[in-house]
């Protein structure tokens, strides 16, 4: 069920459930909203404590009047967080929630980071996979749902709130922030649109707490094609984080 909260530009959706810790937080991608976990959320436990929150504009999530940032994001999902006193919680990301899981990390503790095809730099998206793939093994209706929610969330937003609020993203670098932090890291790619040289353009710092998995035969949306996967490394994870 949605539930919300107010902030001071407007009104942040939510849902919830479970009361295991460490907590889940999930973050979903551009045009997508918190409905999309469904399906990995089947193939974990009840008891698990879980969050999947709204980004402005998305879902349940209202539009601010004013234009807004990258920083802005990872602003509200750190006080949806304090307001639903959610502690050191286990952050997964996809795409664009994976890269605001990275700057969450730079504000507050966390428990660990499953980044799904989420990236350091919004280049690496460019420059690590083919966009021909994108789609993996997903069926025509699937791609088309995907496409069309993505119109209507971006018919949403005003006069250039999107094209600004990308030229932000694009001056993100979370390379710092990975290879500063200490808890847990886990990348996670679909394999079916990697280039030959796909990691040597991950710049992912080589440090022991940070580990690259992938799921075979997926392209960028993995928690779709493989949402029984995308669940067994989020049980790992928070097994290693417990």
């Not at 997508?32 to 089947?42: F, I, P, Q, T």
């Not at 980071?113 to 690590?128: C, K, Q, Y």
């Not at 997903?138 to 250039?160: C, M, V, Y």
Request: glycine residues 10%.
């Amino acid at each position: 069920m949605m539930e919300t909260l107010q902030t001071s530009w407007g009104t942040v959706g939510y849902e919830r459930g479970g009361d295991s810790l460490p907590a889940l937080v999930l973050l979903h991608g551009t045009g997508c909203d918190s409905a999309d976990w469904n399906g990995v959320l089947d193939h974990l436990p009840e008891e698990i404590a879980r969050v999947a929150i709204n980004f402005l504009g998305h879902g349940g999530s209202s539009v601010p009047d004013e234009d807004f940032q990258f920083s802005d994001l990872a602003a509200d999902i750190n006080l949806a967080m304090e307001l639903l006193a959610i502690d050191r919680p286990v952050t997964l990301g996809h795409s664009l929630g994976g890269i605001v899981a990275i700057e969450l990390a730079s504000r507050r503790s966390l428990e660990g980071i499953v980044f799904l095809e989420g990236w350091t730099r919004l280049s690496v998206a460019r420059n690590a996979f083919l966009k021909r793939q994108r789609f993996g093994k997903l069926t025509e209706e699937q791609t088309s749902l995907i496409d069309q929610k993505r119109e209507r969330t971006q018919a949403r937003f005003f006069g250039d709130q999107l094209p600004g609020f990308w030229h932000t993203v694009t001056e993100f670098d979370g390379l710092p922030i990975l290879g500063s932090i200490e808890v847990p890291v886990w990348e996670v790619d679909g394999c079916g649109q990697a280039k030959d040289d796909t990691k040597e353009h991950f710049l992912i710092p080589d440090r022991p707490n940070i580990r690259v998995e992938w799921i075979d035969g997926c392209g960028h949306f993995l928690y779709l094609e493989r949402p029984d996967a995308v669940a067994g490394i989020i049980a790992r994870a928070s097994a290693t984080c417990r």
